[in-house]
């Protein structure tokens, strides 16, 4: 998920989705799905999203309790889907796995010691984007007209890419490493109960005297989820090493240091490997029907759990009709 160390630097301002009304976003997939996946797990009953087979699709509940949001506000969400994994994030992948397995072992304790409160937050954290989430999640994003992009690395590079290049008009995640991938404006906080923020590269580049060059190599300092970065090298540490010495070299040097990859990792951030796309039709016309019997009939999601969101996309699509004609 990135370097949170980063929020420290980054210019961050409060918006609403009022002001973002009628804009385009490229949204991290992944990052996207799992936020909505692990709220649904904590707070909902497994025989809700678990198949009379054992296949567990809690995500189809998340994606209809998100997207009405988006949709209220005239927002086209674009998801942006990770393709192959780089290898320099293979650490980071492992040290994932391991914390879901700490957990998974923690709830178990908490269920033989009937703390089902526990147990619940504990599960959510043991949760995984599996083949069977990809697939149903990409479906049922079809269904409701909503546009998909296959990245072919990194979602959040391919999602900073687009926004560089104008095809839309944010990116949205919660990991900070969009200001290392380029993007310009980042949305945060689009999961959330409130209203999201912004996080501008420019205005963060402004505030501290750096490029975006010289701010990759203040992120590879502090660490990312592609290396681990300098004991003792905290983010306002790494910004006055590195327009003292000009560069991520002059401050290893200084610090007689190493970053192990880290010429690779530097070239990830400014040149990662992302695709060039169309533009994107604004006006969206989901299939509530089909996406209805698509969950209830043929993943046994029951009715009642989707109805409320539903009715929500189907209103939106409505009242966006109308403006257009007002």
Same mark, same amino acid.
């Given at each position: 998920?990135?370097? !949170?160390?980063l929020r420290?630097l980054? &210019?961050? $301002?409060?918006?609403?989705?009022? %002001?973002? /009304?009628g804009s385009?976003?490229?949204?991290?997939a992944?990052?996207w799905?799992y936020?909505?996946?692990t709220?649904?797990?904590?707070w909902t009953?497994e025989?809700?999203?678990?198949?009379?087979?054992?296949?567990?699709?809690?995500?189809?509940i998340?994606?209809v309790?998100?997207?009405?949001?988006?949709?209220?506000h005239?927002?086209?969400p674009v998801?942006?889907?990770?393709?192959g994994?780089?290898g320099?994030?293979s650490k980071?992948?492992?040290?994932r796995r391991?914390?879901?397995?700490? !957990?998974?072992?923690r709830?178990?304790? &908490?269920r $033989?010691?009937g703390?089902?409160? %526990?147990a /619940?937050?504990?599960?959510?954290?043991?949760?995984?984007?599996?083949?069977?989430?990809?697939e149903?999640?990409?479906?049922?994003?079809?269904?409701l007209?909503v546009?998909?992009?296959?990245?072919p690395?990194?979602?959040?590079a391919q999602?900073a890419?687009?926004a560089?290049?104008?095809?839309?008009?944010?990116?949205?995640t919660?990991?900070?490493?969009?200001?290392?991938f380029?993007?310009?404006?980042t949305?945060r906080?689009?999961?959330?109960?409130?209203?999201?923020?912004?996080?501008?590269?420019?205005?963060?580049l402004?505030?501290?005297?750096l490029t975006?060059e010289?701010?990759v190599?203040?992120?590879?300092?502090?660490?990312t989820?592609?290396?681990e970065?300098?004991?003792?090298?905290?983010?306002k540490?790494?910004v006055e090493l590195?327009?003292?010495?000009?560069?991520?070299?002059?401050?290893?040097e200084?610090r007689e240091?190493?970053?192990?990859?880290a010429d690779?990792v530097r070239e990830?951030?400014l040149?990662?490997?992302?695709?060039?796309v169309?533009?994107?039709?604004?006006?969206?016309?989901?299939?509530?029907?089909?996406?209805r019997?698509?969950v209830?009939?043929?993943?046994?999601?029951p009715?009642?759990?989707?109805?409320?969101?539903?009715e929500?996309?189907?209103?939106s699509?409505?009242q966006?009709g109308l403006?257009r004609?007002?």
């Amino acid at each position: 998920m990135g370097n !949170a160390d980063l929020r420290e630097l980054a &210019a961050i $301002e409060p918006t609403t989705f009022e %002001e973002i /009304a009628g804009s385009v976003v490229a949204v991290d997939a992944h990052n996207w799905l799992y936020r909505y996946l692990t709220t649904t797990v904590k707070w909902t009953s497994e025989s809700v999203y678990t198949t009379s087979t054992g296949a567990e699709v809690a995500n189809l509940i998340g994606v209809v309790q998100g997207l009405p949001k988006l949709f209220a506000h005239g927002i086209t969400p674009v998801f942006v889907f990770d393709g192959g994994v780089t290898g320099l994030k293979s650490k980071e992948v492992e040290r994932r796995r391991a914390e879901r397995e700490r !957990a998974a072992e923690r709830a178990a304790e &908490a269920r $033989e010691a009937g703390d089902a409160i %526990e147990a /619940a937050r504990l599960e959510a954290r043991t949760q995984r984007l599996t083949d069977t989430i990809h697939e149903t999640s990409r479906e049922l994003l079809s269904l409701l007209d909503v546009p998909v992009v296959e990245a072919p690395a990194e979602g959040e590079a391919q999602a900073a890419h687009m926004a560089r290049a104008g095809t839309v008009e944010y990116a949205g995640t919660e990991d900070y490493d969009a200001l290392l991938f380029g993007a310009p404006r980042t949305l945060r906080g689009l999961t959330s109960k409130g209203d999201p923020e912004c996080m501008s590269l420019r205005g963060t580049l402004d505030e501290h005297g750096l490029t975006w060059e010289q701010l990759v190599d203040v992120g590879l300092l502090c660490g990312t989820d592609f290396n681990e970065g300098v004991a003792g090298v905290g983010p306002k540490t790494a910004v006055e090493l590195v327009r003292e010495h000009g560069d991520l070299w002059g401050a290893l040097e200084a610090r007689e240091a190493y970053v192990e990859g880290a010429d690779l990792v530097r070239e990830l951030f400014l040149n990662p490997d992302a695709t060039d796309v169309d533009g994107f039709d604004a006006e969206l016309d989901p299939d509530v029907a089909a996406a209805r019997t698509y969950v209830v009939e043929e993943w046994e999601i029951p009715a009642s759990e989707v109805a409320r969101g539903l009715e929500r996309i189907e209103e939106s699509v409505v009242q966006s009709g109308l403006d257009r004609w007002t």
